[in-house]
């Protein structure tokens, strides 16, 4: 089983709709999550953090089950501008030695 | 203000020949990292280096990479006799430091080719 393993997709819905994807990770003492976006062929750039309470920024809302062992990305109201790969991160440990990986991403196609 | 940068943007090179590849962090970011993605792929940890500390070198593919960082900012990562399977883009990022929970900023990219 893969350490992080998210569906690549793509998902391809209509600009207004809602779309949730979901993470899943294997190590149950992973600490930090975090969802990155990649537009094509451009770097990866930090989205939003995921929070043990669920975090919610504008029409994005992140969550975490710990008991399952996933994160998830919610975006409401759908934007033609939400068009990219959506990478989850997974940190297992606080300090500096910890192990960071990354998702492969799910590709998200917002049509009009 | 200056984020941060790679060069060269774009490389082609035949295979066999050697590599480098440049990564300057956002200054007094203490933490660097390399990564690798390779087409339709998520990134594959290289190396970390955090301040004067000794490298975590776990993630490089094989003994024909390596990676320096001098004077704790600009990075050099090479590769040597180059393979098709190398191709991909090279992905530099640096955080404030280090820590797990900081955000990493990434820079453009080098896209390698090997012929």
């Known amino acids: 089983r893969k350490e992080v393993e998210q569906d690549p997709g793509p998902f391809n819905v209509p600009e207004g709709a809602t779309v949730a994807f979901n993470c899943t990770y294997s190590n149950s003492a992973s600490q930090s999550f975090f969802w990155y976006r990649q537009d094509c062929r451009k770097e990866p750039k930090l989205l939003m953090s995921?929070?043990?309470s669920g975090n919610e920024d504008g029409r994005f809302t992140a969550q975490l089950n710990r008991a399952s062992q996933y994160i998830s990305l919610l975006i409401r109201d759908s934007k033609l501008s939400d068009s990219a790969t959506y990478l989850c991160?997974?940190?297992?440990?606080?300090?500096?030695?910890?192990?960071?990986?990354f998702g492969s991403g799910t590709r998200l196609s917002i049509r009009p | 203000g200056a984020g941060v940068s790679q060069s060269p943007s774009n490389k082609v090179t035949e295979k066999g020949k050697d590599v480098e590849l440049r990564c300057d962090p956002i200054s007094g970011h203490t933490a660097l990292y390399w990564y690798r993605q390779s087409l339709g792929q998520g990134l594959e940890f290289l190396i970390y280096f955090q301040g004067n500390s000794a490298p975590d070198k776990s993630g490089l593919p094989s003994d024909r990479f390596s990676a320096e960082r001098t004077g704790g900012s600009v990075s050099t990562l090479t590769i040597q006799r180059t393979q098709q399977e190398d191709s991909a883009v090279y992905l530099c990022a640096s955080s404030s430091n280090g820590a797990g929970t900081d955000t990493q900023y990434f820079g453009p990219g080098t896209r390698l080719t090997v012929l």
């Open positions: 995921v929070y043990s």
């Open positions: 991160v997974v940190i297992e440990g606080y300090s500096s030695a910890s192990k960071i990986i």
